[in-house]
């Protein structure tokens, strides 16, 4: 949320924010390092959904858009008040 916050959208770019001191102290701890948040995001990937949604397309379609993955439910359900604490960090 915090990459896509300051207009960044790859892992990568957490390089940046990594040894950058005064938005660490921004967000209250340590940014993750660019790895660190990949193994962290690769924990949501299911393969399996992939393929199934790719299955499911017309022949004429490019786009899919997989299940979300028990992990990724999860996340979902922790977002509301990671989000809410988030924000009160800034009030």
Known sequence: MVL?????E???DLGRFWKDAARCKS???DFPSPRAALEFL??????QKIEEAKGRRAP???????EESVALQGLGR???SLVQELGSRRA
């Open 10 to 12: 790859c892992v990568k």
């Open 78 to 80: 922790l977002n509301p």
């Open 27 to 29: 967000l209250g701890h």
């Open 4 to 8: 896509n916050a300051a207009g960044r």
């Open 42 to 47: 690769s924990q949501f990937h299911e393969e």
């Open 60 to 66: 004429d379609e490019i786009a899919y858009i997989p």
